[in-house]
């Protein structure tokens, strides 16, 4: 037993497991709470607060990926920073004999041009997170006045926490490059645990946002400290006696083709979101918008969650690829993608089938939700997207970055159907012009790259790691739909009429051709921005209220 409890304490799958639940806790009872005590407008700041600090830290976890693969080769042996390109197979005794002690001069490079970078990117960022977030929380209010004072300082600290944040995250990635993952995940799940555990008590007690921005920001930042002292610990003081700030053309070279080209994919399935919750005041109603972006934070959620058991293996991949150990490389590729893939499809119906219980029990009567038939969607769209960004994430442990083109055209199309698919479906437009894009543009190639990358059959990939997630799914969305208006009575629908338990949605229906979409075509709910309430059926009026 002690020794069982010694592997998972030390285990980097738990450990990161550990702090993504420590946070999915806190955002799914918080939010219920934030949102009773405060009421939607303040749970509309709170929200947008937590999806730009989102969208500013995009940028530096793009970075922090190119960077930590370099300190992982450097810590290896490596002296050849040089993207990886192909894999040439090669034994496993003579991929353990390549790489034995640390470059220690070209870890001094590395590390003090990485400080240069995001000392840079700090003061750009935090700047332009507090512009861009301002205008949009403005939005919110339907007069300015009602947006407090207090709400507008906790906007501000938050951004400022921000900027400070991303100019420490050296620490982090040093951390991370060293394969101290489990070292780096412990500590901060014991911190996002004391800093949930304050501001619940914050939101319980009845404080106002601002508190709650000064107690969660200010533990930011002594988490941020802690992993100061940590990078100096697992160094034994190296990091203290190295420049801080300095610029070595080969480091950036090394690091330029990979982060941009990496950012642009990066942006296409993290910062959509984020952008569609600042967006989203400007094309729904009020009340549709911060509906959006609870269910937008919540698929949001599913994908770290199940990414963790492939993501606390990513520096291990990296030496693998670096020492062209093939025959460990598929094994523990397929591996991770098949369980991460799984766990995508358990979350989200999960979400899926609690969510909508939410609104009951708090008697908000101002939340749209949504039926089972029309998450399944969601839930398909995100675990398509997910597997195909799991594929290119084991490409970029070898700093080979795909698709970025193919991802930059999913964003445009993505901003082209976000407003006309708001008006003229609602929510439910809204998460299929930001998902759709992404599954018919970039669903296949990266799993064709990865295949010829790791040198392992593409029916044998497909076959391993796509085909039981996918038929989980499908069981998943026909049982649910099917049985969850029986036994709810109709909670997953805005009333609980006969016509809803007999399968009359609001939302139009929408097959799985991946092509044919009937709600393309047909009329369906539109947005309350548009919407004239003469013109609707006294069955729609129930089944929209």
Known sequence: ????????????????????????????????????????????VFMAITAISRFGYLFSDRLAIAFSMLVSCVDAGYHDLSPRESIQPQSDEAAARVGQSRDEVLFGRVYSTLGSLLLILSLVIGLTVSIIGYVSIQRLAVAPEQLSTESVLAFFISMATVGLRINLFRYDIVLQGLNKIAVLARWNAIFNLVSSLLCLGVAAFGFSILMWAIVFNGMIIASCLRNVLLARLVTE??????????????????????????????????ATEQAATLAAPFFLASREAISLSVYLRFLSMVGPIAQVPFTSQ???????????????????????????????????????????????????????????????????????????????????????????????????????????????????????SLYLPRVLLVSLQPVCLLADYIHLPLGQLVGRAWVPP?????????????????VTGGVSGSTSTPAVRAGVVAEPMVTLSGVVLPMMMAGGPKSSRAIDPAAIPPLTKELTR
Request: with cysteine; aromatic share 12%.
């Open 1 to 44: 037993m002690v020794r069982a409890l010694k592997q998972l304490w030390n285990s980097p799958t738990f450990t990161t497991w550990a702090n993504v639940f420590v946070q999915t806790a806190n955002v799914v009872i918080i939010i219920p709470l934030v949102w009773k005590q405060w009421g939607t407008l303040d749970l509309g």
């Open 237 to 270: 003081g190296q990091v203290s006696r190295l420049p801080l700030f300095g610029w070595d053309k080969e480091v950036i070279d090394a690091v330029w083709a990979p982060t941009w080209k990496g950012l642009i994919g990066h942006v296409s399935f993290v």
């Open 314 to 432: 990513i520096p291990t991949m990296t030496r693998l690829i670096a020492a062209k150990n093939l025959s460990g490389l598929q094994r523990l590729v397929v591996k991770r993608i098949l369980i991460a893939s799984g766990l995508v499809v358990v979350g989200g119906w999960m979400i899926g089938v609690g969510l909508p219980w939410i609104p009951m029990i708090l008697g908000k009567a101002d939340f749209h939700t949504i039926s089972p038939a029309i998450w399944g969607l969601f839930v398909f769209l995100v675990l398509q997207d997910r597997f195909s960004i799991l594929c290119t994430a084991t490409l970029e442990a070898g700093n080979k970055v795909t698709v970025y083109w193919e991802r930059l055209g999913c964003v445009i199309a993505s901003a082209i159907l976000f407003p006309w698919m708001c008006a003229r479906y609602g929510i439910t437009g809204a998460i299929v």
């Open 470 to 486: 996918v038929s989980a799914h499908l069981a998943c969305w026909v049982g649910c739909s099917l049985l969850i208006p029986m």
